[in-house]
C-alpha cells in the first residue's frame, strides 16, 4: 500500500509539471484615493452631501459579473474613496430608473437582503484574504472576513465601523466610515491593496462588479483590482476591551426528593474579552471566563454507526481568524484543529448508588484563552492558542444529605500553533501546524489519553493565473497515556485493531503510546475555460489519532479520487447558468483490502426566471466496511445505487420554496433511504421573514447492528432488520424594528424512532448473497424475555438459553427554542434578551413519530431559561 501511495504522488507530480505553463498578465484596473483636506469632516448620514466629498473624483464602468457576464449592467454604479489619520471613507451612487422599486428589506446584521452594495479591501494584498463591508438600500450593514481565495465567507467577524444608506430621486446612495485599526496592513509609505466594489441589483438579480472577473475565475481575491494613493496611514494598534454581565434564570420541572431539580435555578455571571493589536498585522485575544451562548442550539441527530457527530463552531472567540488556525488535511471533517474540543462536555462518569441523585456538568469551565493571531506585510500568517479547562465535578447527594463529589474531567491545557508563508509573488505557500493536549490525569481517569501531539506540513502552487493548481500536507501524531487508555484507543471506532481478519494490526495491551500519519496531495484545475478536474491521493496510517484536539472520523484508509466538470457559463433564453460534474472514488486500507468504488454524476442549471433544479445519481458497485461489525471481520453491502432531485422557485420572492427528494436502494432491499425535503421562505413586508425547513427520512436496513456476544466460546455479531423513520423541522422568523434592533425565534423538535425485527446473525460477512452473509433466527430460536426487555436466544435448539441481547428499539426526542431580542445600542456593544425552551428525553418507540411528538414535546413541561446579557466594548 506504500508502495501505491508513493506511485501515486510521483503520477500527479508528473502531471503538474507537464500542465504547467507560463501566467498570462491580467489587466487590472486602478483607484487612487485621495486624502481628505485638513479641516474637512464627512458626517455619515448616506447622503454624500459634505463638501469634502467634492475634492474626490468619481470612478464608475461597472460591468456585470451574473448572469451576462462583461456586458454593460442595466444600471450605472459610481464610486469615491478618501482618507485622515484614521478613517478610510467609501461613497457611493447606485443609480436606480425606478426609484420606487429599490428593495429595501430590513433584517439583522449580516443578512444580505435585497439591494446592496459592498467594498472587498485586500489589504494584506495576498490575492487570498480581504475584508468586506457591505450596506443595502435600507440601510442593514453586514461584514465579512474573505479567505481561501473567496471560498469561505467568515460572517462572524464583527468589526466597528459607520454606514448609512439613503434614497432619492435618482436611486440611491451609501457612505462608509471604516477604522484602519479595523484593518490589517503594515507600515510603507504607500499602501498598495486590492480593492473589489460588487452590487446587487435585486429585481433583476444582476451583480456588477468595478473590476471586471469572468465567471471561470479561479478565486476572487486573486482577482481585485488595486488600491493607491493611501500616503504615510501609521498602522492603528487595536486595543479593544469587552466585559459581559449575564442573568440567567432556569425554570424546569421538579422532581421530588431530588435536590439538584428543585425547579429553578438562577445564576449571575461576568467575564470579559480584550483584543490587543500588537502591531497593526498581529493581535492578541484574550478571554476571562468566557461565556460562549448562543442563538441556535445544535442540531438534533442521531447516529446509529457509532461514530461521532460533526457540530460546527459557533462561538466567536474560536470563529475569529479561524482561516489561520483551519488544517482541513483530508476530506469530510478531518481536521487538525477541532474547537469544539475546548470546553467539551465531562468525558468521565460518576458512580451512584439508588439512593443517590446527580447533578453532572453538561461543558467543561473555560478558565482562560488567549489567542495570537494575524497575518503580516511579508506574507507570514501566525496563529498561537493556548487555553485551559478547568477540573469538572459531579455532585452526588442521597436521600440523607450526604454530599460528595467526583471528578469528571481533569484540568487539561491545549496549545495549537499555526505558521504559513507566502511566496512566488503570493501564487504559494508553505506551511505548519503543531498542536498539544496535556491532561493532569487522576487515577479515576486513567481511561483518558495524558497528552497528545500532532504536527503537519501543508503547500499550495498555483500558477497561470490561479487557474491550476497542486496542494498536499502530510500529518503525524502521537498519543500517550496509561495502557488502559492506549487499549481503549486501539479499540476505538476510529481504529478497530481488534478486528478479527486483520493482519496489519492487533490490540497490544501492554503499549502506552501510539505513532500515526496521514496527508493527501491534489491536482486541480480550478479556473479558465469551461472545463474543471482534479484527482488526488488521501491516506490515514491506522495508528494515526487527532481526537483529542482535532476531528478524526476514521483511520486505516488510503483513498484515491478524480472528477471532471463542465460549466455553462454562457447564458441562453433558458438558462442563466448550469454545470454538470462526472466524479469516482475508491478507498483501501493498509491491509490491501479493496473495500470501496463510487462513480457519481451531478448536475445543477439556474434557469432563465431564477428557478433551478439539482440533480444526482451515483452507483456504488462493491461496499465493504471496516467498521459496522464494531471489531468484527470485514463487512458486505450489497451494491448500491442512489439519486436525488431538487428544484426551487426564485428566492428573490416574498415567497419562496424549495422542494427535494433522495432515494437510494441496496441490492436485494439490504437497505434503502428515502428522504423528503421542504424549505418554505416568506416575506410579508419588510420588516419580518420566516422560513421553515422540514426533513422526513425513512431508512430500513435488514442487517443493522445490534450488538456482539459469544456462542461456544466464538465471536456472535447479531443484526436485525430496522425500520427507522426520522423527522425535524426548524422554524426561524425575524422581525426587525431598525437595523440595530430585532426579535428573532429559532425552534427545531427532533424525533427519531427505530424499531426491529427480524434478528439474525453474521454468517459469512463478505459474502455476495445476502442470504449467504448472514442467517435468520427461527421463532423456535428466539423469544421476548416476559420478566425484562431483553430477546431470549436458543441457537442450538437444546432448550437453554445460550446468550441475551437487550431489545434495541428506540425513540429518541428532542425540542430546541430560542427567542432572542438584539439590541446594538452603539457599535460592537449589545443587549441581548433571550428566553430558552428546551426538552430531550425518550419516546415510545411503538408508537408513532406524530404520537411522540405530541406526547414528548407538545404536551411535555419543557425546561426554560430566561437570560439577559449585556456587553459594552471600550476601544482605547
Known amino acids: 500500500m506504500n508502495k501505491r501511495i508513493f506511485q501515486s504522488i510521483l503520477f500527479l507530480l508528473f502531471i503538474s509539471t507537464v500542465v504547467a505553463q507560463k501566467d498570462t498578465v491580467k489587466v487590472q484596473r486602478e483607484y487612487v484615493a485621495k486624502q481628505l483636506p485638513v479641516g474637512e469632516e464627512i458626517t455619515i448620514d448616506g447622503q454624500l452631501s459634505d463638501k469634502a466629498w467634492d475634492t474626490v473624483s468619481w470612478d464608475g464602468d461597472f460591468t456585470v459579473f451574473d448572469p451576462n457576464n462583461g456586458e454593460a449592467p442595466s444600471q450605472a454604479t459610481k464610486f469615491k474613496i478618501t482618507y485622515d489619520a484614521k478613517f478610510l471613507y467609501v461613497g457611493i451612487r447606485c443609480y436606480d430608473s425606478v426609484p420606487s422599486k429599490i428593495e429595501k428589506r430590513l433584517a439583522r446584521r449580516d443578512n444580505f437582503s435585497g439591494d446592496w452594495i459592498e467594498i472587498n479591501i485586500d489589504s494584506y494584498n495576498d490575492k487570498r484574504t480581504g475584508f468586506s463591508f457591505n450596506i443595502s438600500a435600507a440601510g442593514v450593514k453586514g461584514d465579512e472576513f474573505i479567505s481561501q481565495n473567496g471560498d469561505f465567507w467568515d460572517a462572524s467577524w464583527n ?5 448609512a444608506s439613503h434614497i432619492d430621486s435618482e436611486g440611491w446612495t451609501a457612505e462608509m466610515k471604516i477604522p484602519f485599526s479595523q484593518l490589517k496592513f503594515g507600515e510603507q509609505k504607500e499602501q498598495i491593496w486590492g480593492l473589489q466594489l460588487n452590487r446587487r441589483f435585486f429585481r433583476a438579480e444582476e451583480r456588477s462588479l468595478w473590476q471586471p472577473v469572468s465567471l471561470d475565475a479561479p478565486g476572487w481575491v486573486s482577482e481585485f483590482g488595486v488600491l493607491r494613493g493611501l500616503i504615510d496611514i501609521q498602522p492603528q494598534k487595536q486595543l479593544e476591551i469587552q466585559p459581559f454581565l449575564v442573568n440567567q434564570y432556569d425554570s424546569y420541572p421538579s422532581q421530588e426528593g431530588n435536590p439538584f431539580r428543585d425547579g429553578n435555578d438562577y445564576r449571575l455571571n461576568a467575564g470579559g474579552d480584550a483584543k490587543i493589536g500588537l502591531t497593526n498585522d498581529l493581535t492578541l485575544d484574550l478571554t476571562v471566563n468566557p461565556d460562549f451562548g448562543q442563538v441556535d442550539a445544535d442540531p438534533g441527530a442521531i447516529a446509529l454507526d ?112 499555526r505558521v504559513q508563508k507566502d511566496f512566488n509573488g503570493r501564487n504559494s505557500f508553505i506551511g505548519g501546524i503543531f498542536t498539544a493536549t496535556n491532561r493532569n490525569i487522576p487515577d479515576n481517569l486513567d481511561f483518558l489519553r495524558s497528552g497528545a501531539y500532532t504536527g503537519g506540513l501543508d503547500f499550495k502552487h498555483n500558477w497561470r493565473n490561479r487557474n491550476y493548481y497542486v496542494e498536499g500536507n502530510i500529518v503525524g501524531s502521537h498519543v500517550m497515556g496509561s495502557e488502559d487508555a492506549i487499549a481503549r484507543t486501539q479499540t476505538s471506532i476510529t481504529h478497530l485493531f481488534q478486528r478479527v481478519d486483520a493482519d496489519h494490526v492487533s490490540v497490544d495491551n501492554a503499549r502506552t503510546s501510539l505513532t500515526g500519519t496521514g496527508g493527501k496531495i491534489e491536482i486541480c484545475k480550478a479556473g479558465g475555460g469551461n472545463w474543471r478536474y482534479d484527482g488526488g491521493v488521501i491516506w490515514r496510517s491506522p495508528e494515526l489519532e487527532l481526537n483529542d484536539i482535532g476531528f478524526l472520523r476514521q483511520a486505516d484508509e488510503i483513498k484515491q479520487t478524480a472528477s471532471v466538470s463542465r460549466l455553462f457559463i454562457k ?53 465493504f466496511s471496516n467498521t459496522v461489525l464494531r471489531g468484527g471481520p470485514r463487512w ?63 431508512n430500513p436496513n435488514k442487517t443493522q447492528y445490534v450488538t456482539e456476544t ?11 432488520n430496522i425500520d427507522q423513520k426520522t ?34 446473525y453474521v454468517n459469512n460477512p463478505i459474502a455476495e448473497r445476502l442470504a449467504d452473509r448472514v442467517s435468520m433466527y427461527s421463532g423456535n430460536q428466539i423469544a421476548k424475555s416476559a420478566v425484562d426487555d431483553t430477546y431470549l436466544i436458543d441457537e442450538d435448539f437444546d432448550g437453554t438459553v445460550d446468550y441475551q441481547i437487550e431489545n434495541p428499539d428506540f425513540s429518541y426526542v428532542q425540542f430546541r427554542s430560542n427567542l432572542v431580542l438584539r439590541w446594538e445600542y452603539v457599535p460592537g456593544s449589545e443587549v441581548f434578551l433571550v428566553w430558552s425552551q428546551g426538552v430531550v428525553g425518550a419516546g415510545n418507540p411503538s408508537e408513532t ?19 439577559l446579557k449585556a456587553t459594552y466594548r471600550f476601544i482605547l
Open 159 to 163: 468589526p466597528i465601523w459607520y454606514t
Open 849 to 867: 413519530l406524530g404520537r411522540n411528538l405530541d406526547r414528548q414535546i407538545l404536551g411535555q413541561k419543557k425546561d426554560n431559561t430566561i437570560l
Open 710 to 720: 459469544s456462542f461456544n466460546g466464538a465471536a456472535r455479531y447479531i443484526t436485525g
Open 306 to 417: 457509532g461514530f461521532q457527530i460533526f457540530f460546527e463552531e459557533r462561538r466567536p472567540f474560536f470563529i475569529e481568524n479561524k482561516n489561520i488556525f483551519d488544517y482541513e488535511f483530508a476530506d469530510g471533517n478531518d481536521n487538525m484543529f477541532y474547537s469544539r474540543r475546548i470546553g467539551r462536555s465531562p468525558q468521565g462518569f460518576a458512580t451512584t448508588t439508588p439512593d443517590e441523585f446527580i447533578d453532572e456538568p453538561t461543558n467543561s469551565t473555560i478558565l482562560g484563552a488567549a489567542k495570537f493571531s494575524g497575518k503580516t506585510k511579508n506574507g507570514w500568517s501566525l496563529g498561537l492558542l493556548e487555553s485551559v479547562t478547568g477540573k469538572m465535578y459531579a455532585d452526588i447527594e442521597d436521600v440523607s444529605g450526604n454530599k460528595r463529589s467526583e471528578l469528571v474531567e481533569p484540568l487539561t491545557n491545549y496549545i495549537v500553533g
Open 636 to 698: 458486505r453491502w450489497s451494491d448500491e445505487n442512489f439519486a436525488y432531485l431538487f428544484f426551487g422557485s426564485d428566492s428573490r420572492k416574498k415567497l419562496s420554496f424549495t422542494l427535494g427528494y433522495v432515494n437510494s436502494q441496496a441490492a436485494e432491499k439490504n437497505f434503502s433511504l428515502a428522504r423528503y425535503v421542504f424549505r418554505l421562505y416568506y416575506q410579508p413586508f419588510d420588516a419580518f421573514n420566516l422560513s421553515i425547513s422540514s426533513e422526513f427520512e425513512e
Open 571 to 623: 447564458p441562453t433564453n433558458f438558462y442563466r447558468r448550469a454545470n454538470m460534474e462526472l466524479s469516482q472514488y475508491s478507498t483501501y486500507d493498509f491491509q490491501g483490502n479493496y473495500n470501496r468504488i463510487q462513480y457519481q454524476f451531478e448536475g445543477f442549471i439556474n434557469y432563465k426566471n431564477n428557478w433551478w433544479t439539482e440533480v444526482g445519481a451515483a452507483h456504488k458497485p462493491r461496499i
Open 727 to 760: 423527522f425535524s423541522t426548524s422554524i426561524r422568523f425575524n422581525y426587525s424594528i431598525n437595523p440595530n434592533l430585532s426579535i428573532q425565534y429559532y425552534g427545531e423538535p427532533f424525533i427519531s424512532r427505530g424499531t426491529y425485527t427480524n434478528f439474525n
